[in-house]
């Protein structure tokens, strides 16, 4: 039987403690209402916020790699519209050229010449405006960013996240002024040390196990299988051909530069010499020893006593500078550049200086420290020439002559084709149809990048609208859950209160005890 005292008042102690948790409770319910969200403070759900903040994030990588691939979109549909152009401008040039062609033709030839050249003039001023002359802004292998990357058991790292979220459009081979579509050329005067057949088959004679390719943006070694054709293991070229391959795309695996080179072994079938390919300009060296340099447009193998275009490099250096000059072609016009290597340089510097020369418009320069070469290349696979400007015997080049093309060769300005005469106009007809299909496919290779891109668009779309929802579940309050609680609340609060002046009051009834 509970007792009457006036020190102690347990029931207004309850009351106030459970007004407390109520106003607590009316408090929090007028945030979320308010706000609108079930987490306002990280100790409502400490584990659910990080959750959510992680699909925030992601929503905000999609958000902008939309964006980006939107970008994109806009930049190949730019392209489609320019090749479109120059696919009628081909057609313009066809019609001159096939009424030029023509031997009943009686009207004045240099007239029609004059309008062919004005055409070929504006698909170089098209494909530059629009980035895709040799060494143009968009001429070059893009990725795009879009996000939405996960892991897998073979792609578990943080840059395979960012790799698999990617869009790669590959444009480097897509250039379209005449000099790339076929209708002018810039070679080079006299012999051209940079076609001709590629051969390694005295190398792989020997006791190498590796070989080294090198390019833009990638030195990667590829181990032989077997020196020795005859073995059990490799019993033909037929057989190192598969495994060499086979190496290659292990390493093209971990570098994607390497990987977007496309380097293939092959056999000749004409010579049975062991011939190595690639989209790209690149050198292959033996790793173990050695010094064959495998290179050019067409991938010309030289050996180390050939002085082009490999260069002899002190090892240790020279005591003066070394300037060099490149005169390259870019962009429908002739361009130079220029890289200094410094007074002493070690090999690996001098690389480094060159390759850090300015507007070298995609030439690089590859080590063979081996045999003390430097050897230039251009990454665009176009034609170079290189001089030295000082020449001097103190610095580290040891320059063969003035011209790295090769004794007596030059290289020549744009020579667009003519329809002067009805032989020259047959011969222009045969290469506007090669361009023709060369511009087919490029526009394909634009075309995939705009499938691509449009659903890598869709995918992300759908992926943040699902991220979305999921950090909704989380973080989003339920209002009509929310507005019956506020309900709640405010009655338990009310009646709060009124329990607690009656528990307050309680004492007041011990007075009448004390009434005589």
Same mark, same amino acid.
């Given at each position: 039987m509970a007792g009457f005292d006036i020190l102690t008042n347990i029931s207004s102690l309850q009351a106030q403690n459970y007004l407390n948790q109520n106003l607590q409770f009316q408090s929090q319910t007028i945030d979320e209402v308010t706000s609108g969200q079930a987490i306002i403070n990280a100790g409502d759900n400490a584990a659910g916020l990080a959750v959510a903040n992680t699909y925030r994030s992601d929503e905000a990588v999609l958000?902008? =790699? /939309?964006? @980006? %691939? $939107?970008?994109?979109? *806009?930049?190949?549909?730019? /392209? #489609?519209g320019g090749m479109s152009d120059i696919s009628q401008l081909l057609d313009s040039a066809s019609t001159l050229a096939s009424q030029s062609a023509s031997q009943t033709f009686q009207g004045n030839r240099t007239v029609l010449n004059n309008q062919f050249q004005s055409v070929l003039s504006e698909i170089n001023r098209e494909a530059q405006a629009i980035g895709m002359a040799q060494g143009g802004q968009f001429n070059a292998n893009m990725s795009v960013f879009i996000g939405g990357g996960a892991t897998d058991t073979a792609d578990n790292t943080a840059a395979d996240v960012i790799s698999n979220g990617s869009v790669q459009i590959n444009l480097a081979n897509s250039a379209l002024d005449t000099n790339s579509l076929g209708l002018s050329s810039n070679g080079v005067a006299g012999a051209d040390v940079l076609a001709g057949s590629s051969t390694l088959s005295t190398a792989l004679g020997e006791s190498a196990a590796v070989l080294t390719f090198s390019g833009s943006g990638y030195s990667v070694n590829v181990a032989i299988p077997a020196a020795d054709w005859n073995s059990t293991t490799i019993s033909d070229q037929n057989a190192l051909v598969t495994q060499l391959n086979d190496a290659i795309a292990t390493a093209g695996a971990g570098n994607a530069a390497f990987a977007a080179a496309g380097v293939q072994a092959s056999v000749n079938s004409t010579t049975g010499a062991l011939t190595f390919s690639s989209n790209q300009a690149f050198s292959v060296q033996e790793a173990s020893g050695g010094a064959e340099t495998l290179m050019g447009s067409n991938n010309v193998l030289f050996s180390a006593a050939s002085s082009i275009p490999s260069v002899a490099y002190a090892a240790n250096g020279g005591t003066g500078t070394d300037v060099l000059n490149f005169t390259y072609y870019s962009n429908g016009a002739m361009q130079t550049g220029t890289a200094t290597i &410094? %007074? =002493? %340089?070690?090999? &690996?510097? &001098?690389?480094? #200086? +060159? @390759? @850090? =020369? *300015? $507007?070298?418009? =995609? /030439?690089?320069? +590859? *080590? $063979?420290q081996t045999a003390g070469y430097i050897t230039f290349m251009n990454s665009n696979g176009g034609t170079f020439e290189l001089t030295q400007t000082n020449n001097s015997s103190s610095g580290g080049l040891t320059m063969p002559s003035s011209n790295m093309l090769g004794s007596g060769n030059t290289l020549q300005s744009t020579n667009n084709l003519d329809i002067l005469t009805a032989s020259d106009a047959t011969q222009a007809v045969t290469a506007l149809g090669n361009a023709v299909q060369n511009l087919g496919t490029i526009q394909g290779t634009v075309g995939e990048g705009e499938n691509a891109l449009g659903y890598a668009i869709n995918l992300a779309t759908s992926q943040n609208t699902n991220l979305a929802a999921s950090e909704a579940q989380i973080r989003d309050a339920n209002m009509a859950t929310e507005a019956a609680n506020l309900t709640k609340a405010s009655i338990l609060v009310q009646a709060g209160v009124a329990a607690l002046a009656q528990a307050n009051s309680a004492p007041e009834q011990v007075l009448t005890l004390l009434k005589s």
């Open positions: 958000t902008q =790699g /939309i964006a @980006n %691939a $939107n970008d994109g979109l *806009a930049t190949l549909q730019t /392209i #489609d &410094a %007074a =002493g %340089a070690a090999m &690996a510097t &001098a690389v480094a #200086d +060159v @390759n @850090n =020369g *300015a $507007n070298m418009g =995609g /030439i690089f320069a +590859v *080590a $063979n």
